[in-house]
């Protein structure tokens, strides 16, 4: 691991690039920025459509047992106080007599046995007393306790709240899971580190419905299912680190925990993690609705709540693990003999935002323009390509590079037949992460790209 100065560099200029080319900008920026709120720009937004799209693949679509749901941000005060978040969904916070700052307690800096406050160093801090994460609004004109609605901490209540319908609609048997991606919001006391920790975020989350005398394997077999799809998209199990949560630190109505685990720059953080919450939520849910949320077992005909394994995973946290798992520097020497460094994001194809770069050789050959426009017509139905025609061929090279394109096309004079007929309508096809170029048909296009980003 390398010491902390390099981290921090390696952080910076992570964030630099990703503000420079278009992925990642801080929420509000033009009046002065939103705290733990940013926005994902052209390129962000393509590489976290990705990896969402990646996991409703293998965990919806690519199942038998797995159904989607989509639900709303706005809740019920009551689904959030069964759920236990209105009386203990909170931090430990304390406040900096000397800089007024606000912050959580068992984050801070120790000097001498002594915790500081992190921004002046002050020790003069108050006692610790919990704050609330959820952000709370009102629902139309009146401003009664009645009106309250929580913006959803977590995508997983709506999920246990319509338990009911999905499973007279959908007609599954257990075992069987009910997945969702989408917003969730917390008041962290302090976001921090870029998209890591932030006041808006979204989640990819699976509730795995089964027999209660089935959820340790099933703890241990979405725990592997999960591995896979990092390795998946290029994180590779090496670099995950797989935190088995000690019974004291577990919630208590859960069996077993586990917390997958990244290198980030800052530190072993927690990406994801796989929970078997038992019967608890359902319980909770069903209790404080006077509504049956138990399953019928037609085979025993006996009544039952089932429990459950949850694998909840962070997009904005993959996103993030991605960019730092891609980014690379290396020094290269051109055909004259010049060195630079080259900036690459090594993004796996299956994720990159783009995934070919599109390159007449001159933009003022109109023959060369116009095959080029035909490859991306061809290829556009497909697969997000970038056209570009402006300046020289190894700096749009570069450009993709340092964002991730796996593939650069180039229509050059040989594609238009006119140094070798056998050559007509064949272009360079050049690989990132080697450099290599090779000669291929346009026609082959398709087939070999789509293979390599699916
Ligand atoms: N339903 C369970 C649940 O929400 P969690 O550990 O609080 O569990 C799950 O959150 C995942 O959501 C985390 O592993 C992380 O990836 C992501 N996450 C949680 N809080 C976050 C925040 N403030 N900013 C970004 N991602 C967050």
Redesign the pocket.
């Known amino acids: 691991m390398p010491d902390a100065a390099i981290d921090t560099q390696r952080m910076e200029k992570i964030v630099s690039l990703c503000k420079r080319r278009g992925f990642i900008f801080q929420g509000n920026e033009i009046y002065g920025g939103l705290n733990?709120v940013w926005d994902y720009g052209p390129l962000g937004v393509e590489l976290k459509r990705n990896v969402k799209d990646y996991w409703w693949r293998v965990i919806v679509r690519e199942r038998d047992d797995v159904v989607g749901l989509d639900g709303a941000i706005l809740t019920h005060r009551a689904a959030l106080k069964a759920s236990g978040h209105e009386d203990t969904f909170s931090d430990p916070m304390v406040d900096c007599r000397t800089c007024k700052a606000r912050l959580r307690a068992d984050q801070l800096p120790e000097k001498n046995g002594v915790n500081q406050c992190p921004n002046c160093g002050g020790r003069d801090l108050t006692e610790a007393r919990p704050f609330n994460l959820m952000f709370s609004t009102q629902l139309g004109a009146s401003a009664d306790p009645d009106s309250i609605a929580y913006l959803r901490?977590?995508?997983?209540q709506s999920i246990f709240v319509q338990f009911k319908n999905v499973l007279d609609t959908a007609r599954k048997k257990l075992p069987f899971g009910i997945a969702q991606i989408g917003k969730?919001f917390?008041n962290?006391i302090n976001?921090r580190n870029y998209?890591?920790?932030?006041?808006e975020?979204?989640?990819m989350?699976l509730e795995y419905f089964c027999r209660p005398e089935q959820g340790l394997e099933l703890l241990d077999y979405w725990l592997e299912e999960r591995l896979k799809f990092y390795e998946n998209i290029g994180i590779g199990r090496d670099k995950l680190h797989v935190l088995t949560v000690p019974d004291a630190d577990r919630a208590f109505y859960s069996k077993g925990t586990y917390?997958?685990e990244y290198a980030f720059p800052f530190g072993m953080q927690?990406?994801?993690?796989v929970?078997y919450r038992t019967d608890y939520d359902l319980k909770q849910h069903q209790t404080a609705s006077g509504k049956p949320l138990d399953y019928f077992d037609e085979e025993t005909k006996a009544r039952f709540i089932p429990h459950v394994i949850?694998p909840?995973?962070?997009?904005?946290?993959?996103v993030l693990a991605l960019l730092c798992e891609a980014y690379d520097e290396e020094t290269v020497t051109d055909d004259k003999g010049k060195t630079e460094v080259r900036t690459v994001l090594r993004f796996h194809p299956r994720i990159a935002p783009i995934k070919a770069g599109i390159f007449p050789l001159l933009k003022n050959q109109p023959e060369l323009v116009t095959k080029a426009r035909e490859v991306q017509a061809l290829l556009r139905p497909l697969m997000n390509v970038f056209y570009d025609e402006t300046g020289a061929i190894g700096r749009r090279y570069r450009r993709q590079d340092e964002v991730g394109t796996p593939f650069g096309i180039t229509i050059d004079f040989e594609t238009l037949g006119e140094r070798d007929p056998a050559l007509r309508d064949t272009v360079t096809l050049r690989h990132r992460d080697s450099m290599e170029q090779e000669r291929i048909a346009i026609a082959d296009l398709p087939e070999r790209l789509s293979r390599q980003i699916r």
């Open positions: 733990g901490p977590e995508t997983a969730a917390r962290e976001p998209i890591f920790r932030s006041r975020f979204e989640q989350e917390d997958i927690e990406l994801e993690g929970a949850e909840s995973a962070g997009v904005d946290r993959t």
